[in-house]
């Protein structure tokens, strides 16, 4: 029996239309790197860069939580990180509450929009991750979703208590990345999503 050595011009079209999808997601992931790019810029220029807690959510982390929330394996990104906002201030539970940092997410497909609220932590004291989840507790209904970005000397005790804390932050729906890290801003490590942050009609909360 010969071995047919043309593809079946039905395959041949489902072949250009997987090259064409492949292309527009290429298209896609490369335009949202050039967003978070950009977002890394403004942070050196506006010497955030240098203060090392504030510098702990760069475009790595707002690639991350996309990745986990708005990523789809077969369509590739469907985000857009439209902003991200420093140290901000809001009103709850008869308390004013600072809000160390706010990315907004915009939804590709719908136009809908979708907040995370961060809790950055960054410190010397081994009582500081518990600090940060209470912290990030008084915070969490503001927003879709709630991460502490914890790094520091004491990145390994963080685990070891995030262990310990692992129902506590399930409970709240709160998520928790680490930047296993030189102290030196510049040498941060890639961060590790430990917990996902879950909200209210999530499928696989």
Known sequence: MPIQTTLDPRDNERLQRLLSRRA?????????????HRIDQRIYRSNWYHVYEDALLDSSVLRAV???????????????????RR????????????????????????GQTRTVGFELKLDNKPDAFSKAIEQAILRRPLFDYFYIVYGGWYIY???????????????????LILRPADIHAEHLNRPIVFCKSYRAGDTDA
Request: charge should be negative; charged fraction near 25%; proline fraction near 3%.
């Open 24 to 36: 527009e997601i290429l298209e896609q992931i490369s335009q949202l790197e050039e967003e978070l």
């Open 66 to 84: 996309g990745l986990v929330h708005f990523y789809d394996p077969y369509e590739g990104p469907t985000y857009l990180v439209k902003d991200v």
């Open 157 to 175: 005790y963080a685990v070891q208590m995030a262990g310990d804390f692992l129902s506590t932050l399930s409970r709240y729906g709160i998520g």
């Open 87 to 110: 140290h901000q201030y809001y009103k709850h539970a008869g308390q004013r509450l600072e809000v160390d940092a706010v990315a907004v997410y915009e939804l590709t497909k719908s």
